[in-house]
C-alpha cells in the first residue's frame, strides 16, 4: 500500500487541550500519559518531544501497523508539530514502534 505523508498533517490531535496550548502552542502540562492505547482496530501513533517524555505532544490513530511505521518513518513531513520522534502503539497497549533512544 502506498501512502503520502502530507495528507496526515491536518490529522494530528494534541494530547492535552488547554486554555495555554490554544492560544500560546505551548502547556505547563507535565502529567504521565500511562499506557497508550489506540481505539479498537486502529493503531495510535504519538509525536513526542525529546525535552518532554513524560507524555506524546500529539497524536494521531491510523488503520495499520504498515501505516504506523510508515509514518513513524516519516515524521517530520507527515506531522508538522516540534516533535523529534514518533511511536506507535496497538488497541491492547502494546508498542509497535518504539522510541528512537
Not at 500500500?1 to 505547563?28: C, E, I
Not at 489506540?38 to 501505516?67: L, M, N, Q
Request: glycine share 6%; aromatic share 10%.
Amino acid at each position: 500500500m502506498s501512502f503520502d505523508a502530507k495528507t496526515y498533517r491536518d490529522r494530528w490531535a494534541s494530547w492535552v487541550n488547554d486554555p495555554l496550548l490554544q492560544s500560546h502552542g505551548l502547556t505547563f502540562d507535565r502529567t504521565l500519559s500511562g499506557v497508550i492505547t489506540a481505539p479498537p482496530g486502529k493503531v495510535r501513533v504519538c509525536g513526542w518531544h525529546v525535552d518532554f517524555d513524560e507524555r506524546p505532544t500529539c497524536w494521531i490513530d491510523v488503520a495499520s501497523r504498515e501505516e504506523a511505521e510508515f509514518v513513524c518513518s516519516n515524521l517530520l513531513e507527515a506531522c508538522g508539530r516540534n516533535v523529534d520522534f514518533a511511536t506507535a502503539h496497538d488497541d491492547s497497549g502494546a508498542t509497535l514502534v518504539k522510541a528512537a533512544y
